[in-house]
């Protein structure tokens, strides 16, 4: 069973930034996709950024340019680096994983592995 394991979220001043983590245990998928939703209160989730096997990344338009989602080599652990910060950017972030597909969307019933999520709040 897949395990996905986020770090890093905080509280932070606007133009502020932090870096998300992702530790992704028992994963062995060749093809892939990997991502960062988040939801704030009193909203549905919405996708943030994901990257494939293919190192091909994919992002909102309202983080691009300031968000930037990587993955270390071993493609074990995955980063959120959050530059810009904006108290609009204030969520519970979640991790996920689709290891069956590279093709990657911001469609959550796609992804069939979740982390418990990291809480941002973004403070002006």
């Known amino acids: 069973q897949v395990q996905l394991v986020e770090s890093g979220g905080g509280s932070v001043q606007t133009g502020g930034s932090l870096r998300l983590s992702c530790a992704a245990s028992r994963f062995t998928a060749s093809f892939y996709c990997m991502g960062w939703f988040r939801q704030a209160p009193g909203n549905e989730r919405e996708g943030v950024a994901t990257?494939?096997?293919?190192?091909?990344?994919t992002y909102a338009d309202s983080v691009k340019g300031r968000f930037t989602i990587s993955q270390d080599e071993f493609k074990n652990t995955l980063y959120l680096q959050m530059n810009s910060l904006k108290p609009e950017d204030t969520a519970m972030y979640y991790c996920a994983l689709d290891p069956y597909r590279a093709s990657c969307i911001f469609d959550e019933v796609k992804f069939d592995y979740w982390g418990q999520g990291t809480q941002v709040t973004v403070f002006s």
């Open positions: 990257i494939n096997n293919y190192g091909v990344t």
